[in-house]
């Protein structure tokens, strides 16, 4: 009882210091990333013909995906405990810098900054509320204009054929992009693997994903606002 009472305490002193809520932040943020490019690859499925049964490739994969309510909510939960800590060590750190320079510099000097990284406060609670719509748009139906369940493709199609709610999807994607391209080369950074020699490369390597997950996710509803995708 002991030793766990104080292990729990090491973990407890270790969060406290920035440094383990940067470690945390970087390993809830690799799991993010993980999620964005299996969720991304999924929904590309979009663009796979009908098969010989008459059954959207997306749909199977909808179907695969509830094949185990058990195993769905157990990724579920996982992903939600991420999110939640990922957003709680962001809130800390930021109230520590706060509290430690409570007098902003008359003039800043954003040389050794990214736009990414300068815009990653408002970029989550973007990203956030996304989410959260999104859940409602294509999860749970409650926001769709003609949800039904596990009819992915139909409910891909007529949820992307309102204009707005494309528009809004890309913005989104571009803020994730932001975040994304920040986000991936901090996290490097805060495990330990920062060099000047390999860090460029990182830092080109994160710019290459974001966009790469923007573009493909935002391909998706341009493809039904143009007809490619019916």
């Known amino acids: 009882m002991s030793a766990t009472a104080s292990g729990l305490a090491r973990v407890s002193r270790f969060y406290e210091a920035p440094v383990g809520k940067k470690v945390v932040m970087a390993v809830t943020g690799l799991i993010l990333v993980g999620f964005v490019l299996g969720h ?8 796979l013909p009908v098969g010989e049964n008459g059954v959207y490739a ?14 769905l909510w157990g990724v579920r939960l996982a992903l939600l405990a991420s999110v939640g800590l990922h957003i709680w060590s962001a809130i800390q750190l930021a109230s520590a810098s706060n509290a430690a320079r409570p007098v902003r510099y008359v003039k800043q000097n954003p040389l050794k900054s990214t736009y990414a990284s300068r815009t990653m406060y408002w970029s989550g609670p973007i990203i956030g509320f996304f989410i959260v719509y999104h859940l409602l748009h294509f999860t749970t139906g409650t926001v769709h204009p003609d949800y039904k369940y596990m009819s992915v493709h139909d409910n891909v ?9 494309s528009a809004f999807y890309i913005v989104a994607m571009a803020m994730l992009c932001l975040h994304l391209y920040h986000g991936v080369w ?6 330990g693997f920062n060099h000047p020699r390999y860090t460029p490369l990182l830092q080109s390597g994160a710019k290459a994903f974001a966009f790469l997950i923007a573009a493909g996710n935002i391909s998706i ?6 007809g490619l995708v019916k």
Do not use: C, R
């Open 58 to 71: 997306i749909d199977k994969y909808g179907a695969l995906l509830h094949a185990s309510e058990e195993l």
């Open 157 to 165: 199609v007529k949820g992307f054929s309102v204009w707005y709610v």
């Open 221 to 226: 509803p341009l493809a039904v606002l143009t």
């Open 40 to 47: 991304m690859a999924g929904n590309l499925q979009i663009y």
């Open 186 to 191: 901090s996290m490097f950074q805060s495990l």
